[in-house]
């Protein structure tokens, strides 16, 4: 007894002392947790100090949008006005602050459709292309930025080309497709003004899949080569300016392996990696990412790693249905079956870093029609399309793939896209050996597209990364560190610059955000905006300069 | 006399390795483009030797001594034998190559992985410059 009552007051003393402990290690901690958090708001603050209004009817066509780095950004819309057998085109430069800096309007033939577009080295080129039945000749616009000067070149292709890729390199414009169904790169000297093919690319039971300029004056086509075979392999040409075939080297995809899409780096690294989506068997949905690093001093071994492997890929699931695919995916690897969970997933672009390689895709879901009566590949590339709202236009990148006629029925019957279903974003990282390191991801709000476009993107700042979606009315911001944790997640509406106005309504058609340049994003869309003094409304055509401290 | 460029990953067999072996056979080169090059090789032509990697340098010179014949672990390839000629006085970057605006059009610059590259006199002779700077 005694010893109890005598320890009763000494445990009274600890537990005093430990509280107190307690109490001051809680301070401490919390001080230490308030100035992380502190400093991290700081540090990851959103703000838009600046924005771009046009006047937009109802029946005018929407701008195509096209970033020129900190040049500023390039926008371009059918205004259709015809004369003289063609319509024309407004054309207007916004510089980095968003202010107006060159306004031009050109003449096109009026048969022909936008095809695709580039920015490269102050100017900005423009693709246009007859139909089939018109005779397919192809119109580039060049425009140059800082002379303020257009000039038109017009060229009719040898042979029909079924256009999937655009890009320029010094002076020469370079097209990739397909002539019967054989892939096919086609080069336009902008200066001499003349088209030829480059020789030995035909090739039967092959997939271009991705044609790309290097920041070293060459550009690599990818090519996927055994279609339908056992034997599968992964093709990388690199080319230098005038078409010369510099080096290629052809990689083994494993056996019961196929390849859907890849992207290929552009240099700015030393080495080449290839990263894209794999499945097995003839379905069109993903079994996981690949990446291999192009170097023919190893064993050049492609890394698969089915989605289940990743951190934070599942993370649009509930934890528990999450749970429930890991285990089941570890499982079936550990006893050699293939993945059981497959999606849809396509790829948006790889970054260089001093790092390695991130890597950006988008998971979504497709529902599909077939029609025996449709255009006789997978996807038209004049009426896939990838901005959402043009019937007729394809985006030298990232879609560009999209435009692969084989895509998305490789093997299968043609198909038609009914309706897209947007739910996530995935970001990889890489170390420079082409190794997964991490992996973060932005479930996106309900976003419903009649094809498939990019809807997110990510910067990288400061040691965290910002990843960000917009819906109709708000960007979506999620703050990662590096591995994946998040620190911030918020919703933003874009912003106007006139403290009488408000937002009446925002078009949930035609809006999106893109990383721009450096900590900078821009969003765009149209809105109808009331100014409250004035007692009006207005529809606008707008681009919000979004900023990440 | 042609001159050349050969990559070798210094973990599996550098520099100092061939200056050791006074000559070796140059094979196991699985690449289209570099087994032409192999068979462009003369009898005392010389090749920078490139170390891959970390490294990622030009660090010395070898001869063409044997012209091309069938890689011995496969016919289907080719192989020539080389040997030692000198170090370079250090060791010329890729970066440092990279940064020269005159060399752009070098292989190195253009198509780096490309396991046996042909390199130009005047290329040849500013790489040896640069590691007498």
């Given at each position: 007894m005694r010893h109890l009552r005598l320890q009763i007051p000494n445990y009274k003393l600890e537990i005093a002392h430990c509280v107190l402990l307690g109490v001051k290690f809680v301070i401490c901690n919390l001080k230490f947790v308030i100035l992380v958090f502190l400093s991290f708001n700081l540090s990851a603050q959103i703000s838009q100090p600046a924005r771009y209004e046009h006047a937009h009817k109802n029946n005018d066509h929407e701008f195509i949008i096209i970033s020129m780095g900190e040049q500023g950004l390039a926008l371009m819309r059918d205004i259709e006005k015809y004369e003289n057998g063609k319509k024309d085109w407004e054309v207007i430069f916004l510089d980095s602050a968003l202010q107006e800096i060159w306004s031009t309007k050109i003449a096109v033939q009026q048969r022909m459709n936008i095809l695709g577009h580039e920015y490269r080295d102050g100017n900005v080129y423009l693709v246009f292309q007859e139909p089939e039945s018109a005779g397919r000749s192809v119109g580039i616009f060049e425009l140059n930025l800082r002379d303020q000067l257009f000039k038109e070149h017009l060229f009719k292709p040898e042979l029909s080309i079924h256009f999937t890729q655009f890009s320029v390199l010094k002076t020469k414009a370079i097209f990739g497709g397909y002539i019967n169904k054989e892939p096919a790169l086609l080069q336009y000297?902008?200066?001499?003004?003349k088209a030829r093919i480059i020789p030995g690319v035909f090739q039967p039971n092959v997939d271009l899949v991705d044609v790309r300029v290097n920041s070293n004056e060459t550009f690599n086509m990818l090519l996927v080569e055994g279609r339908s075979n056992k034997s599968k392999k992964l093709i990388a040409r690199t080319f230098d300016a005038n078409g010369v075939m510099l080096v290629e080297d052809a990689i083994a995809i494993e056996e019961g392996k196929t390849v859907l899409e890849a992207i290929s780096s552009s240099l700015i690294r030393d080495e080449l990696i290839i990263i894209g989506t794999w499945t097995y068997g003839s379905t069109k949905q993903a079994a996981g990412i690949f990446s291999v690093v192009v170097d023919p001093f190893h064993e050049q071994k492609v890394n698969y790693y089915d989605f289940a492997l990743l951190n934070h890929f599942l993370d649009y699931f509930k934890p528990k249905r999450a749970a429930k695919i890991k285990a089941k995916a570890d499982w079936r690897r550990s006893v050699g079956k293939p993945p059981e969970f497959r999606a849809y997933l396509s790829g948006i672009k790889i970054e260089e870093t001093k790092d390695g390689f991130s890597f950006l895709g988008e998971v979504y879901e497709a529902s599909y029609y077939n029609s025996r009566n449709s255009y006789p590949y997978g996807s038209n590339p004049y009426y896939s399309n990838p901005y959402g709202f043009y019937p007729y236009g394809f985006s030298p990148m990232p879609y560009r793939y999209y435009n692969n006629p084989y895509y998305p029925t490789p093997y299968g019957s043609p198909a038609q896209v009914a309706e897209i279903r947007m739910i996530s974003s995935s970001l990889l990282f890489f170390d420079t050996q082409g190794k997964l390191v991490s992996d973060q991801s932005l479930k996106f709000p309900e976003i419903k597209l009649s094809s498939k476009e990019q809807i997110s993107d990510f910067i990288t700042h400061n040691g965290f990364t910002t990843m960000v979606s917009k819906d109709e009315k708000e960007i979506q911001v999620k703050v990662n560190e590096?591995?994946?944790?998040?620190?911030k997640e918020e919703k933003v509406k874009p912003e106007l610059k006139n403290p009488n106005e408000t937002i009446r309504s925002e078009s949930d058609d035609n809006t999106g955000i893109r990383a721009w340049f450096g900590q900078y994003f821009y969003v765009y869309g149209y809105q109808a905006v009331r100014d409250n003094v004035k007692k009006t409304s207005h529809d606008v055509f707008y681009i919000n300069k979004v900023k990440v401290d | 006399m042609n001159y050349w460029l050969v990559k070798t990953e210094p973990e599996t067999y550098s520099l100092d390795d061939l200056a050791r072996d006074k000559k070796t056979t140059w094979d196991g080169v699985r690449n289209f483009q570099a087994r032409s090059n192999l068979k462009g090789m003369k009898k005392g032509d010389l090749a920078f030797v490139y170390h891959t990697g970390d490294e990622k340098s030009v660090v010395g010179i070898a001869e063409i001594t044997k012209e091309f014949f069938p890689d011995p672990k496969d016919k289907e390839w080719a192989a020539v034998e080389i040997g030692y000629k000198k170090k370079l006085k250090k060791p010329v970057t890729l970066a440092s190559i990279k940064s020269e605006k005159k060399m752009a059009n070098m292989y190195l610059v253009?198509?780096?992985?490309?396991s046996v590259q042909s390199v130009t006199k005047e290329e040849f002779d500013f790489v040896m410059a640069m590691s007498e700077a």
């Amino acid at each position: 007894m005694r010893h109890l009552r005598l320890q009763i007051p000494n445990y009274k003393l600890e537990i005093a002392h430990c509280v107190l402990l307690g109490v001051k290690f809680v301070i401490c901690n919390l001080k230490f947790v308030i100035l992380v958090f502190l400093s991290f708001n700081l540090s990851a603050q959103i703000s838009q100090p600046a924005r771009y209004e046009h006047a937009h009817k109802n029946n005018d066509h929407e701008f195509i949008i096209i970033s020129m780095g900190e040049q500023g950004l390039a926008l371009m819309r059918d205004i259709e006005k015809y004369e003289n057998g063609k319509k024309d085109w407004e054309v207007i430069f916004l510089d980095s602050a968003l202010q107006e800096i060159w306004s031009t309007k050109i003449a096109v033939q009026q048969r022909m459709n936008i095809l695709g577009h580039e920015y490269r080295d102050g100017n900005v080129y423009l693709v246009f292309q007859e139909p089939e039945s018109a005779g397919r000749s192809v119109g580039i616009f060049e425009l140059n930025l800082r002379d303020q000067l257009f000039k038109e070149h017009l060229f009719k292709p040898e042979l029909s080309i079924h256009f999937t890729q655009f890009s320029v390199l010094k002076t020469k414009a370079i097209f990739g497709g397909y002539i019967n169904k054989e892939p096919a790169l086609l080069q336009y000297d902008l200066n001499e003004e003349k088209a030829r093919i480059i020789p030995g690319v035909f090739q039967p039971n092959v997939d271009l899949v991705d044609v790309r300029v290097n920041s070293n004056e060459t550009f690599n086509m990818l090519l996927v080569e055994g279609r339908s075979n056992k034997s599968k392999k992964l093709i990388a040409r690199t080319f230098d300016a005038n078409g010369v075939m510099l080096v290629e080297d052809a990689i083994a995809i494993e056996e019961g392996k196929t390849v859907l899409e890849a992207i290929s780096s552009s240099l700015i690294r030393d080495e080449l990696i290839i990263i894209g989506t794999w499945t097995y068997g003839s379905t069109k949905q993903a079994a996981g990412i690949f990446s291999v690093v192009v170097d023919p001093f190893h064993e050049q071994k492609v890394n698969y790693y089915d989605f289940a492997l990743l951190n934070h890929f599942l993370d649009y699931f509930k934890p528990k249905r999450a749970a429930k695919i890991k285990a089941k995916a570890d499982w079936r690897r550990s006893v050699g079956k293939p993945p059981e969970f497959r999606a849809y997933l396509s790829g948006i672009k790889i970054e260089e870093t001093k790092d390695g390689f991130s890597f950006l895709g988008e998971v979504y879901e497709a529902s599909y029609y077939n029609s025996r009566n449709s255009y006789p590949y997978g996807s038209n590339p004049y009426y896939s399309n990838p901005y959402g709202f043009y019937p007729y236009g394809f985006s030298p990148m990232p879609y560009r793939y999209y435009n692969n006629p084989y895509y998305p029925t490789p093997y299968g019957s043609p198909a038609q896209v009914a309706e897209i279903r947007m739910i996530s974003s995935s970001l990889l990282f890489f170390d420079t050996q082409g190794k997964l390191v991490s992996d973060q991801s932005l479930k996106f709000p309900e976003i419903k597209l009649s094809s498939k476009e990019q809807i997110s993107d990510f910067i990288t700042h400061n040691g965290f990364t910002t990843m960000v979606s917009k819906d109709e009315k708000e960007i979506q911001v999620k703050v990662n560190e590096k591995d994946g944790t998040t620190v911030k997640e918020e919703k933003v509406k874009p912003e106007l610059k006139n403290p009488n106005e408000t937002i009446r309504s925002e078009s949930d058609d035609n809006t999106g955000i893109r990383a721009w340049f450096g900590q900078y994003f821009y969003v765009y869309g149209y809105q109808a905006v009331r100014d409250n003094v004035k007692k009006t409304s207005h529809d606008v055509f707008y681009i919000n300069k979004v900023k990440v401290d | 006399m042609n001159y050349w460029l050969v990559k070798t990953e210094p973990e599996t067999y550098s520099l100092d390795d061939l200056a050791r072996d006074k000559k070796t056979t140059w094979d196991g080169v699985r690449n289209f483009q570099a087994r032409s090059n192999l068979k462009g090789m003369k009898k005392g032509d010389l090749a920078f030797v490139y170390h891959t990697g970390d490294e990622k340098s030009v660090v010395g010179i070898a001869e063409i001594t044997k012209e091309f014949f069938p890689d011995p672990k496969d016919k289907e390839w080719a192989a020539v034998e080389i040997g030692y000629k000198k170090k370079l006085k250090k060791p010329v970057t890729l970066a440092s190559i990279k940064s020269e605006k005159k060399m752009a059009n070098m292989y190195l610059v253009r198509a780096a992985r490309l396991s046996v590259q042909s390199v130009t006199k005047e290329e040849f002779d500013f790489v040896m410059a640069m590691s007498e700077a």
